[in-house]
């Protein structure tokens, strides 16, 4: 064996007395590090998840959210004099809202999204007191959800209007007339056609957003729309007429075009074609 071989030898097995010892080896410590592709969780939702299922009441070292059985506070980052999770702003009703939210997943931080589009419906768009009022529940600072929030172009950092309807645009809704129900939404809007091609625009009454989008992924419904995060199609004129007056009255939104109520697909089956029932 020569030299460089041996040293290399003893390099190796000095690695795997280090491993030895520390009772692990570098392919756990990078999974650990989050080295399998998942985000590795904080040590105080850890705590969090056994003291919930404990129904004890966890409070991480470092002087963290802690979290009792009841859900009133959520493991989330260290409360330090740099990092403050607000407190005492969000009401009952959407501290219950927000508390449903997070129950649907196993991390507070993958509730961000939904919670907020919630602030969002609530406060019409994404406003600083909505903000801290989610990253009250969720025991996040107000700044991780602001990050979110202004990465997504579906959130709205300014006023926006309380309603929001996105025509799609691409190229299915674009052959079927969705360039012309587009015109059709901002000329019953009063709003300016240009801006609402190009990154959305408000209505002259500030009730209404209205944006040409790609793509909304429903093409069997084209021309279509999303109306306050419903879909609705196919879509012409006089149904954008009716559904920018439905939102100013808070009447039901075009009730017959609505993908909701439509028949799903492989239901109760009809009389058989006689074309197809009666060839050969």
């Known amino acids: 064996m020569s030299a ?6 003893e390099s190796s097995e000095e690695r795997a007395d280090s491993a030895a010892v520390s009772g692990t080896d570098e392919p756990e410590r990078e999974q650990a590090r989050g080295g399998s592709g998942e985000p590795p969780v904080p040590d105080s939702e850890s705590a969090a998840g056994g003291a919930e299922q404990a129904g004890d009441e966890v409070t991480d070292e470092s ?3 802690g979290v009792s059985a009841g859900g009133t506070k959520s493991a989330g980052v260290a409360q330090t004099e740099a990092v403050q999770v607000p407190e005492g702003i969000a009401d009952d009703g959407f501290r219950a809202e927000v508390e449903e939210i997070m129950s649907r997943y196993p991390q507070v931080r993958s509730a961000s999204i939904p919670v907020l589009f919630a602030i969002q419906r609530r406060w019409g768009w994404c406003t600083p007191e909505g903000i801290a009022a989610g990253a009250e529940i969720m025991g996040v600072t107000p700044a991780y959800l602001e990050s979110v929030a202004s990465f997504y172009d579906l959130f709205h950092m300014e006023p926006a209007g309380r309603h929001r309807v996105l025509v799609c645009t691409n190229i299915s809704c674009w052959m079927r007339g969705g ?3 587009l015109d059709s939404f901002c000329e019953a809007a009063g709003a300016d056609r240009h801006a609402a091609g190009h990154g959305g625009a408000v209505s002259d009454d500030g009730e209404i957003f209205l944006q040409g989008f790609e793509c909304l992924g429903a093409c069997d419904l084209a021309p279509m729309a999303s109306i306050d995060e ?5 879509l012409g004129a006089d ?5 920018v007056a439905a939102l100013r009255d808070g009447a039901d939104v075009l009730p017959e075009r609505q993908m909701a109520t439509r028949p799903v697909a492989g239901g109760p089956e009809g ?5 197809v029932a009666n060839a050969g």
């Open 4 to 9: 460089g071989q041996s040293g290399d030898a």
């Open 63 to 65: 002087g963290g959210l």
């Open 179 to 181: 360039d012309e129900l």
């Open 230 to 234: 419903r879909y609705y199609g196919p």
């Open 239 to 243: 149904d954008a007429a009716a559904a």
């Open 271 to 275: 009389e058989p074609d006689p074309r």
